[in-house]
């Protein structure tokens, strides 16, 4: 699984002789568990049983754009092979959709990473095209460009959800080639100066990249991609909804006393809901509304203790997403 950046293209591919396909991909029923054993509902599986439940149905009234967790919608001036593949069959997808459906447009719903992927859809077709085919972005729980602690100790320690059965030390370095990660990073924007690495000999705030990564032994030529990523958020344009849990600890600075990254951190707790930190959170709605000023409308909903994951799972928190994508049906 894990990405070779190419310094020459300036983009991550596979590791030679690595093939990825996406089968069945225009399915909803694609956002499936993998393990025929798992009792969890996986992402969005429980907004789509409750939609089928409504009579929406599989490639008819109802579709799934999964993409590759691995990679991350390229930055302006930035190449991504992947992604430009991707955007151009969710296009094609978005496109057969409405004139299944008379021509209507259509509601985007995204979750987490989700969030960032569909918005950089969005903001790399015309605007003349959006208004013809978006009738309404649904983001819960997005992945917000101004970055999250998480994904910050996944990086340094490993992480511990992607294969829960393995110690995070091992998935570590399969973890650190994916542009997803740098991408996600903690921004100055949202962290300013504060420091969210300590130790007893060094602290490292969203501005000391260059020595952290270096100090976590990162190829050069990375460092220096994510060292030139501009920060450019730009409203959809399009009627968006945007809800997130709110009042669940999150972690905002990780602790290594001695500066030995291979044991798991001390960890110092903020609002948010349980990954996304609430500053970060609040710093992305306050870029996204931006879009009312053109008259376009911007709603930002908060669900009390509702976490990340949970809150497509949950019934007091499903029932609110639900609601808004039944509204914006309407």
Not at 59 to 83: E, I, N, W
Request: net charge positive; aromatic share 10%; hydrophobic share 40%.
């Amino acid at each position: 699984m894990r990405l070779i950046y190419d310094p020459t293209l300036n983009d991550y591919r596979n590791l030679p002789g690595v093939e990825t396909r996406v089968p069945d991909f225009g399915s909803a029923h694609g956002f499936t568990s993998k393990n025929d054993s798992s009792r969890i509902p996986t992402c969005l599986a429980r907004v789509r049983e409750e939609l089928e439940l409504l009579g929406y149905r599989d490639g008819d009234t109802l579709f799934g754009a999964p993409y590759d967790p691995r990679h991350a919608p390229p930055l302006p001036g930035q190449p991504s092979q992947v992604y430009s593949d991707y955007f151009a069959r969710v296009k094609d997808l978005v496109e057969r959709a409405s004139e299944k459906n008379q021509n209507k447009p259509v509601i985007l719903v995204a979750h987490s990473f989700g969030g960032k992927v569909i918005l950089g859809f969005v903001n790399s077709t015309p605007v003349a095209w959006r208004k013809k085919f978006i009738k309404h972005l649904v983001l819960v729980s997005p992945t917000p460009p101004e970055g999250f602690l998480g994904v910050l100790v996944s990086l340094t320690s490993g992480p511990s959800f992607l294969v829960p059965s393995v110690p995070p030390l091992l998935l570590r370095q399969m973890w650190r080639t994916f542009a997803s990660t740098l991408l996600s990073l903690p921004s100055p924007m949202a962290f300013g100066h504060r420091p969210i690495v300590i130790t007893n000999h060094k602290n490292y705030s969203a501005y000391d990249y260059k020595d952290f990564l270096t100090a976590l032994g990162l190829n050069t030529e990375v460092v220096k991609r994510v060292l030139s990523m501009k920060l450019r958020i730009d409203p959809p344009m399009v009627p968006t909804t945007y809800l997130n849990g709110i009042g669940v600890k999150t972690p905002e600075q990780v602790v290594y006393r001695d500066g030995n990254f291979d044991m798991a951190p001390e960890k110092v707790y903020g609002d948010g809901d349980g990954t996304m930190n609430l500053f970060s959170v609040l710093a992305f709605v306050k870029e996204l509304s931006r879009q009312q000023e053109a008259s376009i409308p911007f709603k930002f909903v908060e669900i009390a203790n509702a976490t990340h994951f949970d809150i497509v799972v949950q019934e007091h928190s499903l029932k609110k997403v639900m609601d808004v994508i039944l509204e914006a049906n309407r």
